[in-house]
């Protein structure tokens, strides 16, 4: 009978190689190639940045005290708010928890049922993402950030740690353009003219500092190649898709209809929960221009859902265009300020804030 | 901890920096039994308790199973071995599936009663620990192997971190052996071991996640009605998903394990090559199939009992085999749509009577897409969500689209990666079935193992990883 203490008899067969040379030249061949490559981008106008995941949002939320100041929301609350300045002018540093592309509710009812929390949040209110139901991918971005501060192990914090350390040294490590995916994107293959295909996000064009800070790009700044494809990207992402086919159109607009309805109590409901505990809660509705405004002021005109949250709230709301030291700015790609812009605006934006927060 | 996250990179060059450090063999058994449950532990602590308790009882009703006076003592610990684990194993999988199952029947005779839904977090790779220490008392039982009288060695055999928690499922009487002396490194094992793990990570992390993940996704998260192309490129594009995902994890398991000087045999053997069905479960997760086969088949009665009887055995092991992955009826008919595949072509073998036309070129060539063609067909019942969506799959693929317009969903690009990739795969193993990796390699040039090492490595660098869990972690 084989034995457990006997010698076992299966062996792996080794190929008979000059193996030690063989990883010689690959660690030089994958070395020497990816200093190539991290040449090469960096003279495209990458820079190392910091990739936006859940796990650096799970690192943010977890850096939350019971009287913090939390901003929340889209993108714009990420580029547009610079947290410094928002650090001298409130006396406190904000912790940045806006999510790109996401409704912010998931993370507003998070505050709001942490029992602890009676700080302040400042939440951008970009109306047509604030409102979409549960299974749409803005709201998913957020349940999945939750999801990940919630659940995230110890094995992939540290992963989360490690990759920290390589992303602020290496500029290749770009999530947005980069990825063997991202570049396979860029092969010039048509799709199918009845194709429901998604349209893409935006490309790289801000950098992220390790509190969430986004910074535009100047590439982004000023007109050229870059720009357009992120502006004349907005339009199609801005646009609701058809209702499935496999659904009668009616009973989906009205199962739309009931999500969007039930938002507007539950986003009442959250901030009323926080507000009850000494908390504070204002909404911020942040530049934009261009053809994107037409197209927002078209579908969520601002007398509408803007108008609806604020007076089913009780929360006070700050609309740029209010304000003439607010409403002059111009977002270069229609949706998000410049670096410098953003700090001026945030300059003008605290004595409003200020003002809002010290409503009863 | 995943071997595709940059915990494991740093994890393993610690380990392996300290083991080959060390010059005491019991000493590096320590640090092999500390950096396995450090490796299971880092991803939720507590349930590294339940991990060593399953061992800890095997261990002990190993030792009573060699020690009892009596056939029928004997086979009462063996029972009380397998009854604890499976126990065990039904708790945390398969609690809320009895329960609802158990609503669900009640409810056919009038009965409304509402099971209290269990809050169970299931642990990872608790099919594959329980199956790795459940084989140790049963070869025991056996007499395939002695008792260990070491507890550090049975622990550590049951959670050896490279086949911890996905596999292969590598039996104790396997492993045990290798704990007694200090294993030396061949000529180049450590080596090849590391290109094996290069391989592996370049299966999942490239071919899986990024080239048809996606695909697969998309596809079986549609509630519509599709077209059959797209049908068709999700399915195929599962196919070689899970291939790469969960031959992916056995390459690496298989190369860590060279690279700590430990031999674990193939798990995978160019499945989809295979021309016919007990061809293709000679070399798909072959583990489990010698496990099923040397645990449940020959048991139940094998093919001793007659034809009858063995088709019988064969479903019930194939339905058991389908559960295992999962607790849901759809993995159960993935299961049984296996079964009755192998007892067709049994059937078939009856009256072929290995006739010379069955041996020819051609028909061995349709044989083999049929298999892979018949294999793609109970993919979709192992992928699928629920049995709608199985459905709705299956007839777009038969071309059948109830509304007469099924969505294009996918890109063409996604289309293009399917073909290459599952081409390539499929081409692939056609050329390798009959030989191994290692008899390849040796017949290359230097020069081109060396770029397809770099190809490979960079090919990972450039992916960037995505920490995409590996499939079979959910088994």
Redesign the interface.
């Known amino acids: 009978m084989p034995s457990s203490t006997s010698n076992f008899d299966f062996v792996r067969p080794v190929p008979d190689l000059p193996w030690r040379g063989i990883l010689l030249a690959v660690t030089l061949l994958t070395a020497v190639a990816a200093v190539a490559w991290e040449i090469r981008v960096r003279a495209w106008g990458y820079v190392a940045t910091y990739t936006d995941d859940s796990d650096l949002w799970a690192d943010r939320r977890g850096t939350v005290k019971p009287d913090s100041i939390v901003i929340i929301g889209d993108s714009r609350a990420l580029f547009d708010s610079d947290l410094n300045t928002l650090e001298q002018g409130l006396g406190q540093r904000p912790v940045q928890l806006a999510l790109v592309g996401s409704c912010a509710y998931p993370i507003l009812e998070n505050l709001a049922n942490d029992e602890s929390f009676h700080g302040t949040v400042i939440s951008s209110l970009l109306p047509m993402i604030w409102l979409a139901p549960p299974p749409a991918p803005p709201y998913q971005k957020s349940v999945r950030a939750l999801h990940r501060y919630r659940s995230r192990t110890l094995a992939q914090r540290s992963s989360h740690y490690i990759g920290l350390w390589l992303e602020g040294h290496i500029a290749f490590l770009n999530d947005d353009d980069l990825t063997l995916e991202a570049l396979l994107d860029h092969l010039p293959v048509h799709n199918r003219a009845d194709a429901q295909i998604p349209p893409p996000g935006p490309p790289y064009f801000a950098n992220m500092d390790l509190d969430r800070r986004n910074w535009m790009i100047d590439q982004a700044v000023h007109p050229g190649k870059l720009q357009d494809r992120v502006k004349f990207g907005w339009p199609p992402l801005f646009t609701p898709p058809p209702p499935p086919s496999y659904v009668p159109k009616e009973a989906f607009l009205a199962g739309v209809g009931k999500a969007i309805e039930a938002r507007f109590g539950d986003t009442a409901a959250a901030v009323k929960k926080i507000r009850a505990r000494g908390g504070k809660v204002v909404f911020v509705r942040y530049p934009f221009n261009g053809p994107l405004k037409e197209l927002e002021d078209k579908a969520t005109p601002r007398a509408g859902p803007w108008s609806r949250i604020l007076k089913e709230s009780g929360a006070p709301g700050i609309y740029f265009e209010d304000y003439p030291e607010l409403a002059g700015f111009i977002c270069p790609e229609w949706s998000h300020l410049s670096a410098p812009d953003s700090v001026e605006f945030t300059k003008r934006l605290v004595p409003h804030l200020k003002q809002a927060l010290a409503t009863p | 901890?995943?071997f595709n996250?940059?915990?494991?990179v740093?994890f393993f060059a610690l380990v392996l920096s300290a083991y080959w450090t060390m010059r005491s063999w019991t000493a590096r058994k320590n640090l092999l039994l500390v950096a396995s449950y450090i490796f299971y532990?880092?991803?939720?602590?507590p349930f590294a308790l339940l991990l060593f308790a399953t061992s800890a009882l095997d261990f002990y009703l190993g030792a009573r199973i060699a020690a009892a006076g009596s056939p029928r003592a004997r086979r009462a610990w063996m029972i009380t071995s397998v009854t604890v684990n499976l126990s065990s194993l039904g708790f945390f999988k398969y609690g809320n599936f009895l329960l609802t199952n158990f609503e669900w029947t009640l409810s056919k005779y009038g009965v409304a009663y509402h099971a209290p839904q269990f809050d169970v977090f299931l642990p990872i790779g608790i099919s594959f620990y329980t199956f790795h220490s459940l084989s140790y008392t049963l070869d025991v039982y056996r007499?395939?192997?002695?008792?260990?009288k070491s507890l550090r060695?049975f622990t550590l055999a049951v959670s050896f971190f490279p086949q911890l928690v996905a596999g292969p499922i590598v039996r104790?009487?396997?492993?045990?052996?290798?704990l007694?002396?200090a294993p030396g490194l061949?000529?180049?094992?450590?080596?090849?071991g590391?290109l094996l793990m290069t391989l592996g990570m370049f299966e999942k992390i490239?071919l899986a996640d990024?080239m048809l993940a996606d695909t697969a996704d998309t596809v079986f998260g549609y509630?519509?009605?599709l077209q059959a192309l797209d049908a068709w490129a999700g399915v195929l594009a599962f196919s070689g998903q899970i291939f790469f995902d969960f031959a992916g994890y056995s390459t690496c398991a298989?190369g860590a394990a060279?690279c700590l000087g430990f031999?674990?045999?193939d798990n995978f053997r160019f499945p989809y090559a295979a021309v016919g069905f007990s061809d293709f479960w000679r070399r798909w997760h072959i583990s489990l199939s010698t496990f099923l086969r040397d645990f449940l088949y020959i048991p139940l009665g094998g093919n001793r009992s007659g034809p009858v009887r063995a088709a019988i055995n064969l479903m019930i092991v194939m339905f058991i085999g389908g559960l295992w992955h999962g607790a849901a009826w759809t993995f159960a008919v993935w299961g049984l749509i296996h079964g009755v595949l192998l007892v067709i072509e049994r059937l078939v073998k009856a009256v072929t009577k290995d006739a010379a036309w069955t041996e020819a070129f051609m028909t061995r060539l349709l044989v083999g897409l049929f298999t892979y063609a018949a294999v793609c067909f109970a993919w979709v019942f192992f992928r699928a969500a629920d049995f709608s969506t199985a459905a709705r799959i299956v007839s777009a693929m038969a071309g059948r689209i109830p509304?007469g317009?099924g969505?294009?969903?996918?890109?063409?690009?996604s289309l293009?990666?399917v073909g290459v990739v599952i081409g390539g795969l499929l081409l692939a193993h056609r050329a390798l079935r009959d030989t191994?990796i290692?008899?390849v390699?040796?017949r290359m040039p230097?020069w081109l193992?060396?770029a397809l090492?770099?190809l490979m490595?960079?090919?990972i660098?450039?992916?960037?990883g995505n920490?995409h869990a590996f499939i079979y972690f959910q088994f």
């Not at chain 2, 532990?41 to 602590?45: R, V, Y």
């Not at chain 2, 061949?186 to 090849?192: E, P, S, T, V």
């Not at chain 2, 969505?407 to 690009?413: C, E, K, S």
């Open positions: 901890m995943l996250s940059l915990t494991f740093v532990g880092a991803w939720n602590p007499k395939v192997c002695e008792p260990t060695d104790a009487a396997d492993f045990l052996p290798q007694v002396t061949k000529r180049g094992q450590f080596y090849w590391l490239v990024t509630g519509g009605p298989i060279l031999h674990l045999k509304s317009v969505a294009a969903l996918l890109p063409t690009l293009w990666k191994s290692e008899a390699v040796t230097r193992v060396t090492w770099t490595l960079g090919a660098i450039l992916t960037q920490g």
